[in-house]
């Protein structure tokens, strides 16, 4: 995009040139021409072929649900015409729950803007309860096309255009175009830290800075590979329980969500409990690191971790949190523990929002097909790895309107930059994913579900069953999960052995797990009653209010050893102090530049 392409001077009146050049660069760049955009546009034809044909079986029922449209259309001009020579009407179409898009006072108040907000919500409802209403889709064609359906309503919503949201008008007319003469500077800013899809920011850059006044819980690092650094967390108390905890986060990205700012830490938090803490921070991988497999992340990842903890502390097993996709490692790990027949070194495991059973994989499911897959793994075999800045924007559009057209609208039709957020910064702060380790959870793990059958996956030499982890596990889920979907992650505790707890949070993905007992903010669901199903696990469950926190910590209590032992140093002999934390490889930023590592 040329910087020259709007005219500062006269910005209102050169708007729409400059708008028309954005959606082209923005067009061009979420669906470009690389094979996963070619694939995706491929099954969406194809999805739209097969329901095409399914309307056209039924003309009659189509000709129905389009009447009920035109009924429904003059039913708002009406009630358009009725609020002109009377502000006090109601509207026939109310917001959606929890839709904030419409929330600035003039969308209901003044007839024109109302009328765009009811016609476009009337569209939208229509189109949706089309899809649903529409007999002999396959129910996968259906829900890909529910996605497409919505990204294709969310985008052309009135609220993502100047001339239709009265809001942006007025202040485009105040601010005498100053607004998006702002909103283009970001608008160039974001396209240039772009991949190959238009990643807006959600937070200031340059409001957190790394062991400042994020990741500051004071800890060092005592071990470095090619694959991740160990952090030791420094004992906030005289006497630590004896067994040590090691945290194994998601390796798609940074470790420090679980180590925010001093309020929000769950580091910082377990550290007060007593535990001598260490966490893995993975490597930012780049081409170099292309060959990098998810048996790597086992053998040099998380069973190196365990066995410099044995060395550095003298105890022979940890207790273990996984978060995430870091849960599915903690699994394997321990399931290469028993096809070794070794003791497994993991006392008690800890699985945050994991899953272990892909079956149901959330919204993410949109994307597991064969032909999206295989064009991802050529993109990445050819860069030497799956973008994470891609990897952001795509589970940014699982939740569009509260996590991309919001920002889209605040960024560049404000011109205001978002405010200072830890977790969206965290959010932002991307990661990449070797070329090998991207194919094996997209075909074995995601699309093949190969981990929940016995001997199906191989770490080194050895097929693994988790069927013959016996380890007693803690699984936290969270309600509103779009992630890893709260039944399907209790379901996959089945793949398991041993006793196991089920907590279903309150909350999210992150907002669910990272929830301090201080601010009282979530609570969450026990049922420790066989079932059957979730809802039926559910409708059993005993709310709790407070944070799951202090429930996990009442829980690993028999598994923390029996006597305490006098606060460790960090390191020791064979491990010695690399450096502080947060280390070296958190501060790998996209695109990924070598760091020096020995």
Sequence with gaps: MQQNTFNSQDPIGQFFNWNETMWSEMQKAKWGENPVSQALSQVNSDDLQLFYKAVSTNPMHLLDMQMQWWQG???ICQNSMLKSLDSGAASIMTDPPGDRRFKHKAWKENPHFDFIRQSYLHFAKSLTDMLDIVEGVPESVRERLKFTFRQTINALSPTNFIWSNPEVLLRTIEEKG?????????????MAASADMLKIRMTRESAFTLGENLAVTPGDVVFRNEIFELIQYAASTKTVHKTPLLIIPPFINKYYILDLTAQNS??????????TVFIMS????????????????????????????????????????GYCIGGTLLASTQAVYAAKRMKSRVK?????TTLLDFTQPGEVGVFINPPVIDAMVQMNEAQGYFDGRQMAVTFSLLRENSLYWNYYIDNYLKGQEPSDFDILYWNSDS???SATCASFLLRDLYLNNSLSQADAVKVGEFAIDLGKVTTPSYFLSTKEDHIALWDATFS??????????????????VAGVVNPPSKNKYGYWLNDADFDNSEQWLAKAKREEGSWWTHWQEWATPFLGEKAVAARVAGSIDHPVLMPAPGLYVTQNLPVTEVETA
Aim: aromatic fraction near 6%; hydrophobic fraction near 40%; proline fraction near 1%.
């Design 492 to 509: 996959g505790s089945n793949l398991l052995g041993g006793t196991k707890t089920l907590v279903l949070g309150e909350s999210g993905h």
């Design 266 to 275: 769950l580091v910082a938090w377990l550290r007060d409990q007593g535990h």
């Design 282 to 321: 993975w490597r930012n991988p780049g081409r170099e690191q292309a060959s990098v497999s998810f048996s790597d992340l086992v053998q040099h990842g998380t069973m190196e971790a365990i066995r410099v903890i044995e060395q550095a502390t003298g105890e022979k097993e940890v207790n273990a949190i």
């Design 431 to 433: 990661t990449n994913l």
């Design 348 to 352: 008690s495991a800890t699985y945050l």
């Design 178 to 190: 100053a607004n998006l003469v702002k909103g283009i500077e970001l608008f160039q800013e974001d």
């Design 73 to 75: 259309q003059l039913a």
